[in-house]
C-alpha cells in the first residue's frame, strides 16, 4: 500500500512563507493527478492545489498568487510553497491523489499554523 509522509508544516507569522513536502512509496506520481488538501479544526477537507502528471497545476481561489505546487516524479516527492500565509491557512494539511474519490490512505499531515 502506497504511504504518504507529509513536513514541512510548522508556525509561522501573518506574511510568512512555508514550504510543504510529500514523499510518497511507490510509483503513485507517475500514475495520478496529485494535490494538497486541507482540514481546519471544524471544517471539511478541502482541495487547495493540484498537479497532474504533465504538471499541469490548479489552485483553489483561497490559494491562487500565494501558493505554487509542485513535483518531482524522479524523487516521488511533491511541494506546496506558500507565501503571504494568512491565519485562515492554519490548518493540517495532507498530500493525496486527485479527486477525493481516488484517494489511498491518508498520511498524518502536517500542521499549519499562522499567528502573531
Known amino acids: 500500500q502506497v504511504q504518504l509522509v507529509e513536513s514541512g508544516g510548522g508556525l509561522v507569522q501573518p506574511g510568512g512563507s512555508l514550504t510543504l513536502s510529500c514523499t510518497a512509496s511507490?510509483?503513485?506520481?507517475?500514475?495520478?493527478?496529485m494535490g494538497w488538501y486541507r482540514q481546519a479544526p471544524g471544517k471539511q477537507r478541502e482541495l487547495v492545489a493540484s498537479?497532474?502528471?504533465?504538471?499541469?497545476?490548479n489552485y483553489a481561489d483561497s490559494a491562487k498568487g500565494r501558493f505554487t505546487i509542485s513535483r518531482d516524479n524522479a524523487k516521488r516527492t511533491m511541494y506546496l510553497q506558500m507565501n503571504n500565509l494568512k491565519p485562515e491557512d492554519t490548518a493540517v494539511y495532507y498530500c493525496?491523489?486527485?479527486?477525493?474519490?481516488?484517494?489511498?490512505?491518508w498520511g498524518q499531515g502536517t500542521q499549519v499554523t499562522v499567528s502573531s
Open positions: 498537479i497532474s502528471t504533465t504538471g499541469i497545476t
Open positions: 493525496n491523489v486527485v479527486p477525493i474519490t481516488l484517494a489511498t490512505a
Open positions: 511507490g510509483n503513485i506520481y507517475r500514475i495520478y493527478t
